[in-house]
T-cell receptor, first 113, second 115 residues
Framework: AQSVTQLGSHVSVSEGALVLLRCNYS??????LFWYVQYPNQGLQLLLK??????LVKGINGFEAEFKKSETSFHLTKPSAHMSDAAEYFC???????????FGAGTRLTVKP | KAGVTQTPRYLIKTRGQQVTLSCSPI?????VSWYQQTPGQGLQFLFE???????NKGNFPGRFSGRQFSNSRSEMNVSTLELGDSALYLC??????????????FGPGTRLTVL
């Protein structure tokens, strides 16, 4: 069965600093990987997704993630944090033709001025 | 294009009662999935409906059920509520025809509190 593990339930960075949110996946078949963001009292919004092809995926709001099969990782990065990036971030995986998406526990990002 | 809407946004019930939550997907989307979000268990998949049929199911007891109507709107029902059912229930819609790499669009959720 597929699953994801997010390392670090809380990450704090200063405004302008690099953002790195870690995600490792477990899957017996080629996975589809997603990063979602959730702002307070809102639903989830897709930041980016990896399906096939290019391993470096660019998303919205300046975020990107790199699929590394050898490390079973899909870490999310942003070169320069902005105050508006403060939110909870979820890594997710799905496989085959299944809309059963499995989410990580989430990482709460705090951005300090 | 209007997003996914969920009603009601907030709900308070007591143990033993039942509750029905509603989700209206984005126009043209035929797949509706439901998720439960709690601080302890995180986001967990409940079930997915496509063209009025349950297509996938998570690992939840039979007290949790759902249905989908011909216009793709979906309802989720929880019977004999327990304190542990207090959660944010999220609905997500997608086209439903492109497999696991489809983007799911999430609604704002219904926050259910069981007293």
């Amino acid at each position: 069965a597929q699953s994801v593990t997010q390392l670090g339930s809380h990450v704090s960075v200063s405004e302008g600093a690099l953002v790195l949110l870690r995600c490792n996946y477990s899957s017996s078949v080629p996975p589809y990987l997603f990063w979602y963001v959730q702002y307070p009292n809102q639903g989830l919004q897709l930041l980016l997704k990896y399906t096939t092809g290019a391993t470096l995926v660019k998303g919205i709001n300046g975020f990107e993630a790199e699929f590394k099969k050898s490390e079973t990782s899909f870490h999310l990065t942003k070169p320069s944090a902005h105050m508006s990036d403060a939110a909870e971030y979820f890594c997710a995986v799905s496989v085959n033709n299944n809309n059963d998406m499995r989410f990580g526990a989430g990482t709460r990002l705090t951005v300090k001025p | 294009k209007a997003g996914v809407t969920q009603t009601p946004r907030y709900l308070i019930k007591t143990r033993g009662q039942q509750v029905t939550l509603s989700c209206s997907p984005i126009s043209g989307h035929r797949s509706v999935s439901w998720y439960q979000q709690t601080p302890g268990q995180g986001l967990q998949f409940l079930f997915e409906y496509f063209s009025e049929t349950q297509r996938n199911k998570g690992n939840f007891p039979g007290r949790f059920s759902g249905r989908q109507f011909s216009n793709s709107r979906s309802e989720m029902n929880v019977s004999t509520l327990e304190l542990g059912d207090s959660a944010l229930y999220l609905c997500a819609s997608s086209l439903g025809t492109s497999g696991a790499n489809e983007e799911q669009f999430f609604g704002p959720g219904t926050r259910l509190t069981v007293l």
